[in-house]
């Protein structure tokens, strides 16, 4: 059946989600009943999208890694290896005459390739997998982990948790509270205006964190659906959308590098400022 643009658009935005509504569970048929089974409802195809990209990655870095030489090196052993030698570079560069954490790098090396794996999936033709779905009789699915709230934000409330771990585990837990409670203001007259100050501050950084990589791209998937709507108007504009799409996804190879870029190295900047103690 045909879909007008706003249909086209509507049914490309729509997860394929479980949940429960009106005492019947199972998957929604439409984005409004999508919305009706509320907060603990699940989001089938980020979910399912988000792991299938996390377990690609390890298979293939742990196969780089068994197959690790000191003679020369293939190019995917060189790949690794340049990431591996970023990120590092990149710690260390932060967290300047300071030890840094053996956890940091591992932890900023996996979030910058899992969400650069995630976003790359965008670069997929729109319709593509969507098709190949609604043939084996799936109605919807995304195929973007990141245009997803839920993944960007889980993301970044597990950097949150660990930036309290590393807060705690460096300065223990009187130095957490004093941090949060005598700062800026040293007096206990100040200790409800500290605490919120230095709350909505701690509060911040996951969600910056989580909203900023899903803006970016929800944004940048939802102008690749726009520019396949102009296929179904004629055949010049069908002719433009094919330019505009090449356009859009040689620039979008930069905005989702550097969206997992800027993820990490924010990641690395909060968990340097957790080993940081105020005087």
């Given at each position: 059946m045909a879909l007008t643009s706003g249909e086209y658009i509507k049914h490309h935005l729509t997860n394929l989600t479980w949940g429960c509504h009106?005492?019947?569970?199972?998957?929604?048929?439409?984005?409004?009943?999508?919305?009706?089974?509320?907060f603990w409802s699940v989001h089938v195809d980020s979910m399912a999208w988000s792991i299938g990209t996390a377990v690609v990655?390890?298979?293939?870095?742990?196969?780089?890694?068994v197959r690790m030489t000191s003679g020369v090196p293939g190019k995917l052993q060189n790949l690794v290896e340049v990431l591996v030698n970023f990120v590092d570079s990149s710690v260390e560069g932060i967290i300047k005459g300071r030890q840094a954490s053996p956890m940091i790098a591992p932890m900023a090396l996996t979030l910058f390739v899992w969400i650069f794996a995630m976003n790359f999936m965008d670069?997929?033709?729109?319709?593509?997998?969507?098709?190949?779905?609604?043939?084996?009789?799936?109605?919807?699915?995304?195929?973007?982990?990141?245009?997803?709230?839920?993944?960007?934000?889980?993301?970044?409330?597990?950097?949150?948790?660990m930036i309290i771990f590393f807060s705690i585990r460096h300065k223990g837990v009187g130095g957490f509270v004093g941090e949060l409670t005598l700062h800026p203001f040293n007096h206990p007259v100040f200790i409800p205006f500290n605490f919120l100050l230095e709350g909505?501050?701690?509060?911040?950084?996951p969600v910056s964190l989580?909203?900023?990589?899903?803006?970016?791209?929800?944004?940048?998937?939802?102008?690749?659906?726009?520019?396949?709507?102009?296929?179904?108007?004629?055949?010049?504009?069908?002719?433009?959308?094919?330019?505009?799409?090449?356009?859009?996804?040689?620039?979008?190879?930069?905005?989702?590098?550097?969206?997992?870029?800027?993820?990490?190295?924010?990641?690395?900047?909060?968990?340097?400022?957790?080993?940081?103690?105020?005087?």
């Open positions: 009106a005492g019947h569970c199972g998957i929604a048929s439409s984005m409004d009943e999508a919305h009706a089974m509320g990655l390890a298979w293939l870095l742990r196969s780089v890694a670069l997929i033709p729109v319709d593509i997998l969507p098709m190949a779905f609604q043939a084996m009789g799936v109605e919807h699915m995304r195929v973007v982990p990141t245009t997803d709230p839920n993944i960007t934000l889980g993301m970044a409330v597990f950097v949150f948790l909505v501050g701690l509060l911040a950084k989580g909203m900023r990589l899903f803006g970016n791209m929800y944004a940048g998937e939802l102008i690749f659906i726009l520019i396949c709507t102009m296929y179904a108007a004629n055949v010049f504009l069908g002719s433009f959308g094919v330019v505009l799409q090449w356009a859009w996804a040689v620039f979008h190879i930069l905005i989702i590098t550097l969206q997992a870029f800027i993820f990490m190295m924010l990641t690395i900047v909060y968990m340097s400022a957790a080993q940081e103690s105020h005087h």
